[in-house]
């Protein structure tokens, strides 16, 4: 014979059929307002205006890694320098930045918009090195 935790005391805890829908119905209220109260992003997590900055820049320190010449283990020591000044460079420690990544993974809406000025900033800043050269090559 088979006996389980909810079987040995589904005697001793009645609940009225009335008490479990009212109980239900809390349950589901309370889980709906928890949704919808966090809009606001807590103490300690950037901006999503810091965000796309401290992106942009490690970004473009990881093309100037990737740019040079050497191979990919010395790559992999190269990289913290040039993401430290990254983070100097904004002013972010990388810790905060870790921890609104997480934040921000845990709201895909928020990372959406973030992603989609992130690549705008970069195709911008691509426009204008590319003007920029232009500008430099043309024969006056």
Not at 79 to 91: H, I, K, L, Q, V
């Amino acid at each position: 014979m088979s006996v389980t935790f909810a079987s040995m005391f589904r005697d001793q805890v009645k609940i009225p059929f009335g008490r479990k829908m009212l109980l239900l119905a809390l349950t589901g209220f309370i889980t709906v307002l928890a949704g919808c109260g966090g809009s606001e992003r807590p103490e300690g997590i950037l901006s999503e205006k810091q965000m796309v900055s401290t992106m942009t820049e490690l970004y473009l320190a990881e093309e100037k890694v990737n740019r040079l010449s050497i191979p990919y283990d010395s790559i992999k020591e190269l990289f913290p320098m040039f993401s430290e000044r990254a983070f100097r460079n904004t002013g972010v420690s990388d810790t905060v930045f870790r921890k609104s990544l997480d934040y921000y993974m845990s709201h895909p809406d928020k990372l959406e918009d973030i992603y989609t000025t992130l690549v705008d900033s970069l195709n911008l800043k691509a426009q204008r090195a590319s003007a920029h050269k232009k500008k430099d090559v043309a024969p006056e």
